[in-house]
Nanobody, 124 residues
């Protein structure tokens, strides 16, 4: 059973930065595509960023493109999300997810395992 634990969330002012981490265990990390999703109160969970098993392919939601960067370190079984130029509308619980195989980064149903989430709050 693959376990994912997110960390790095918190409170930051608009324009600031945060770096999220997602540590995995219980599986072969290098076999999984990884994604970050977020869910704000009263809204559906939405795709933020995705990365393939090698890190050679990434994808971003239009709302975060140019501000967020996803990366992974297979030696450390960890995926990261660097968030810059944060906006109040980025406020949400951020989840990382792992997929044994991916045809689309965006579809949350493609992901097999999920973390518990970490809260990100951006004040104006």
């Amino acid at each position: 059973q693959v376990q994912l634990v997110e960390s790095g969330g918190g409170l930051v002012q608009a324009g600031g930065s945060l770096s999220l981490s997602c540590a995995t265990s219980g599986g072969t990390f290098g076999n999984y595509g990884m994604g970050w999703f977020r869910q704000a109160p009263g809204k559906e969970r939405e795709f933020v960023a995705g990365i393939n098993w090698s890190g050679g392919s990434t994808a971003y939601a239009d709302s975060v493109k140019g501000r967020f960067t996803i990366a992974r370190d297979n030696a450390k079984n960890t995926v990261y999300l660097q968030m810059n130029s944060l906006k109040p509308e980025d406020t949400a619980v951020y989840y990382c997810a792992a997929a044994r195989s991916l045809s689309s980064y965006v579809r949350h149903l493609e992901y097999n395992y999920w973390g518990q989430g970490t809260q990100v709050t951006v004040s104006s």
